[in-house]
């Protein structure tokens, strides 16, 4: 009996030792479990993160350039309607009201021989326009014949205004029609208001409709007004005060320097020349204008 009693004593003590056993690899597995938990990630599950990370980075990329082309699709682009091929005004500023507030003094007057347009600037420190150019507001550009591009400072597009509409005219002889396209010559904003002068490369009697400046209302793109033809075929003009100084001429026509009235567009002064003016550049108080065969200076007082 006793020995009965012994045996079932020892086998309860290896079924408990067992159970311990269990129970303590059941604890080690679990704390091991929970230290993988809390381990980071190595091996393919860090090559995987690095992907992802690879992933997130050209999602992002290609999100900007979406942006981007969203941001460049914004851009105004405006096809500028031709109101007339005579004077035009809107009427809001009646043409009545037209004066001249600039005086132009000439102080020299010399021929040039016509010489080398390159020494013309040079000798009097001045900087020759190109297609692109700035001033305080804004970049241009002049792209192809018809169009202006406008920049901001920053070199961002803000509007691409095209003057197709201003190539061709009504009048005109047939013969010279491959002659009488009208391209854009130079564009300068002030006040928000855009003037922009169009003309043909040929005589007036082959095509009458021609030489114009446009004034662009930049807030809704609307023309406020249209000069009178022939008034601006020179490749620059300056805006001095509400004074836009311009020139006309061409061989065997009367050559002026023009003064238009910037509010109305309409003509308040003409200055004989001896030749067509090509370019008309401000340097301080003095207006510098050179013609196909003379140079002048103007000394600039405004009223």
Known sequence: MKRKIFMLGIMLSVLLTGCADTVADDVLNTEEMETEQEMPQTGNNSMESTETVKEDAEKMTQENKETSRGMAAAVVKVTVENPSY????????????????????????ESNGITNEEDWFADNGLEKPMSVYSDEEYRYEISGDSNVLLYNPDGELLADLDFSQYRMAEEYKPEYVDYINQRVNYAKAKDGILYVATAHLTYASSCPQTAYITAVDLSDYHVVWKSEPLTCNSDTFEIIGNSIVCGYGFTDEDDYLKLVDSRTGVVTEEIPVKSKPDYIIKKGNNLYVKTYDTDYIFEIQEK
């Open 86 to 109: 005579s004077y035009y005004n809107d009427g809001s500023v009646d043409a009545d009201a037209a004066a001249t507030t600039l005086i132009l003094t000439e102080i020299r007057k």
